[in-house]
């Protein structure tokens, strides 16, 4: 499902993620690189079945265990890679962003 927010507010003002969820940005096919920094050459099969890849642009607070906080380790900025059905779209005028929990989160890219 889709949900659609109206354009006229800045992002930062119109998503703020609860709990242990996270806003990504999809990175798009030409942000993906074929090679990784350390020389690693990714195969063109990779784009059938391949994770998700975005940056992450707001954080929840995290989820609460025990009745105590348990922080978000993810952090604004990163670069992540995450399962490719574990997200919920979000519409922002003609850009398309994801929120997910920070267990569909599989790995930060450095």
Known sequence: MI????ENNSLSSQIIPLGDRVL?????SEDLDKKSK?????PETIDKEKPEQ???LA??????????LVPIRIKVGDRV???RYG???VKLGEEEYYILKEENI???IK
């Open 87 to 89: 997200y919920d779209e």
């Open 3 to 6: 949900k659609k927010i109206p």
């Open 38 to 42: 350390h020389g690693i050459i990714i």
């Open 59 to 68: 954080v929840g607070d995290g989820r609460y265990e025990d009745g105590k």
């Open 106 to 108: 599989l790995a930060i």
């Open 81 to 83: 890679l995450f399962s």
């Open 54 to 56: 975005g940056k992450v």
């Open 24 to 28: 990504i940005k999809p990175l798009s």
